[in-house]
């Protein structure tokens, strides 16, 4: 069958906008990956790295809707190591947000004491006459209600006539000694429609609790991506954490503990993608993961027992996510039961391809799939179509050689880093393009340390002994 193509160059390739067709030779899995995406299943992936595993789980995240709810952790004024969350929607954001509630007791100015309306320009301090504290003078008397500060900058021209409330105050604080002999405060407000509102210290405790209330954090944004990678993951990279201060919640010092909450890669992925390159690396972090799948959402705490955090604990956080896990054939045993019975239960397992048929139409995937590498690469030459050719017999010899199959491999890595090699080799001698001397160089250069030893010392047992500058003489039963 011959290899020749019908372009020139890879640059005259056709590379796919759809993030599913990109995805060279596995179109079983992309056929119910589009279904894991439109469905929200689960979905886990068995085979050997390079197969197209992870194209897979980005091209399932890149077809989801963007999110569509916000999160805030916010401040529990009545115990503040048990924040609690608040889940935003734009569209019902007006819902979402708390009332504003009116504190004290609004009267007319002329029931609150003289003195004070006097501060507040509602009443004039030679005739005592009412009038709105818009107006510099008294209306009755002609007499000027500010202070001679005031009047001097009137004068000057300085004050900003489109603000007739420029300077003035909006409001007075007075005080008064209760029945136990404490201090208190009393605050009169002016209020727009000039009448006066009094707040009593009850009403000030009430904002306060009120303001405190409305401190929060957001801890999830709007705008973010809906692909989280979690391979190789920390526990408190995955499940969120509690940061430390040493000075915990001092009131001058500290810090509240709503500001100091981190969200873990399972909240990141809420809405999204989820994607565990590796699963079975997470070990006893896998049912976490579990718990988190089913209940849709996972607390956040302190993770360190001596850390201040560790006393903080923020419930029901949302991560309705979906899982995309990833696992190597001999890694299997590792993952555990439960874990593998809801991905199947709620979504598929899948077994990754390591090769294809060698028919026309899979030939023009591998110019497709070298498109796309250097595409992405940015940094080497586009490939004549030789050297396409070439690197089609190497897709070939590879898979004879591993998987003793008559085809085309599809442990693309293994071809990815050719064509790097490749490119940069083109670069080195300043070509424009990707000749098929160099995809032939990169084959030549590109083998594994275990073949290079292999080739250079005959066995490993040698290549340990030359490493060690011992004899190379294999010892015998009777010198063993």
Not at 179 to 205: H, K, S
Not at 294 to 301: A, E, R, T, W
């Amino acid at each position: 069958m011959s290899s020749k193509f019908d372009f020139a160059i890879t640059a005259d390739v056709l590379i796919p906008r759809d993030p599913f067709d990109k995805i060279i030779g596995q179109d079983e899995a992309v056929r119910i990956a589009r279904m894991v995406s439109r469905q929200r299943r689960h979905l886990l992936l068995v085979g050997p790295p390079g197969t197209g595993k992870s194209m897979i789980a980005q091209a399932v995240a890149s077809v989801l809707p963007s999110p569509s709810q916000e999160i805030f952790v916010v401040h529990n004024a009545q115990n503040p190591e048990r924040p609690f969350i608040q889940v935003v929607t734009p569209g019902k954001q007006a819902q979402e947000t708390t009332i504003q509630r009116e504190y004290g007791k609004v009267i007319h100015p002329s029931e609150v004491p003289a003195f004070v309306a006097e501060r507040l320009f509602l009443r004039c301090n030679r005739c005592a006459g009412l009038s709105s504290a818009s107006v510099p003078l008294c209306p009755h008397c002609g007499a000027s209600k500010r202070p001679e500060d005031e009047e001097k900058i009137v004068e000057s021209g300085q004050l900003n006539v489109t603000s007739p409330l420029s300077g003035i105050p909006n409001h007075v604080v007075t005080g008064r000694v209760n029945a136990g002999g404490i201090e208190e405060r009393i605050v009169y407000e002016r209020t727009v429609n000039d009448m006066v509102r009094i707040l009593l210290p009850e009403d000030q405790r009430k904002m306060q609790s009120e303001i405190k209330r409305e401190l929060k954090k957001l801890l999830l944004p709007l705008k973010r991506s809906t692909f989280v990678q979690a391979s190789g993951a920390s526990e408190t990279e995955l499940l969120g954490d509690v940061r430390h201060d040493p000075y915990g919640i001092h009131p001058n010092l500290g810090s509240l503990p709503y500001t100091r909450v981190v969200p873990g890669s399972v909240h990141e992925a809420h809405e999204g993608v989820l994607f565990i390159d590796e699963l079975a690396t997470l070990t006893h972090l896998q049912k976490h993961v579990l718990t988190a799948m089913q209940d849709k959402h996972f607390p956040i705490s302190g993770r360190n027992p001596t850390s201040t955090g560790a006393s903080v604990r923020v419930d029901n956080v949302p991560c309705n996510f979906i899982l995309v896990g990833s696992i190597n054939i001999n890694d299997l045993p590792q993952l555990i039961p439960p874990l593998r019975s809801r991905i199947r239960g709620d979504g598929y397992e899948l077994l990754m391809n390591t090769h294809m048929p060698d028919t026309p139409e899979n030939r023009k995937k591998i110019a497709q799939f070298c498109a796309q590498e250097i595409s992405t690469d940015l940094k080497i030459p586009h490939a004549s179509s030789d050297a396409v050719a070439e690197l089609l017999n190497e897709a070939k010899a590879i898979a004879k050689r591993i998987d003793d199959a008559n085809g085309i491999t599809l442990r693309l890595r293994n071809l990815s880093g050719i064509i790097k090699l490749a490119g940069d080799s083109a670069i080195s001698e300043s070509s424009t393009i990707i000749e098929k001397s160099h995809i032939e160089y990169a084959i030549r250069n590109s083998k594994s340390v275990e073949d290079q030893l292999g080739e250079k010392y005959g066995s490993w047992w040698k290549a340990g002994a030359s490493d060690h500058g011992t004899s190379a003489v294999k010892p015998g039963p009777e010198t063993a």
